[in-house]
């Protein structure tokens, strides 16, 4: 079993910063896809940011140029670092990672998700 752990979370002014971490735990071979969604209420969970084994990234053009997704291959960590940000951000955030378990199992998890607030 695998345990993802984020942190990071909370309420800041619109132009302020946050970094997001997502900490996984447990019986891990290797990680594939390491991801950051969020979820407004009344929406659908959008991909913000990804961030593959070999380091390719990709973001959703609402947030290009103002978060930067980064990973820890050692300590099985992805990082979400967010700059600038603006009231339409303000979100509850879910990391998500596929990984292999013992067993060549292939499983995707997710966090238990942290609110973001962007407000003045």
């Known amino acids: 079993q695998v345990q993802l752990v984020e942190s990071g979370g909370g309420l800041v002014q619109p132009g302020g910063s946050l970094r997001l971490s997502c900490a996984a735990s447990?019986?891990?071979?290797?990680?594939?896809?390491m991801a950051w969604y969020r979820q407004a209420p009344g929406t659908q969970r959008e991909l913000v940011a990804v961030?593959?084994?070999?380091?390719?990234?990709n973001y959703a053009d609402s947030v290009k140029g103002r978060f930067t997704i980064s990973r820890d291959n050692v300590k099985n960590t992805v990082y979400l670092q967010m700059n600038n940000l603006k009231p339409e951000d303000t979100a509850v955030y879910y990391c998500?990672?596929?990984?292999?378990?013992?067993?060549?199992?292939?499983?995707?998890?997710w966090g238990q998700g942290t609110q973001v607030t962007v407000s003045s």
């Open positions: 998500n990672v596929v990984l292999m378990e013992p067993g060549k199992l292939i499983r995707n998890y």
């Open positions: 961030i593959t084994s070999d380091g390719n990234t």
């Open positions: 447990g019986s891990i071979v290797s990680i594939y896809r």
